[in-house]
């Protein structure tokens, strides 16, 4: 059973998914370019890495009518070596921000996803500012870096706590 305080409300017009098809990988990967190449600069052109070839990207989508329309948020969980997974590049659309729970919901199905493929260390490299967001869902810090240029905290997640 979950705390109650962790347990991610998601507004019932949005769901959060793995992302199994092409269109929400696709959408998924221009909204991470959106975010962290445009908005952030953090990478020039492509925020591509190595780990997205293992990667699994979990998406947030929104419903009209029933129908899935489009890709709102993403994040993407890879393993980085036995039993040790990391969370990254979460982004949510700029249009979709003050939407209640859409990044709490895709924090808490990434942790939940790899846990239940056997993680027993979830770890993610996390932009100084997000730092309150996250130890708000029972992650703590572990070392303070620079990553891109930017200050960094590399924080783990309370797996007990999900």
């Not at 979990?58 to 990391?86: C, K, L, N, S």
Request: hydrophobic share 45%.
């Amino acid at each position: 059973m979950f705390p109650a305080s962790l347990e991610p409300f998601v507004p019932p017009q949005f769901g959060i998914k793995l992302a199994s098809e092409r269109w929400e990988r696709e959408p998924s990967a221009a909204l991470r370019r959106h975010v962290f190449c445009r908005e952030q600069a953090l990478f020039e052109n492509s925020d591509r890495d190595a780990a997205d070839p293992v990667a699994q990207t979990i998406v947030a989508v929104d419903y009209f009518m029933g129908m899935t329309h489009r890709v709102v948020g993403t994040v993407r969980i890879h393993e980085q070596t036995p039993r040790t997974w990391y969370g990254s590049r979460l982004a949510i659309d700029p249009d979709y921000r003050g939407v209640y729970g859409l990044g709490r919901g895709l924090v808490f199905r990434a942790v939940c996803t790899a846990h239940a493929r056997g993680c027993r260390l979830f770890l993610a490299h996390v932009q100084v500012q997000n730092v309150k967001f996250f130890e708000r869902m029972a992650w703590g810090a572990r070392s303070e870096l620079v990553l891109h240029g930017r200050p960094h905290v590399l924080m783990q997640a309370d797996l007990a706590a999900y």
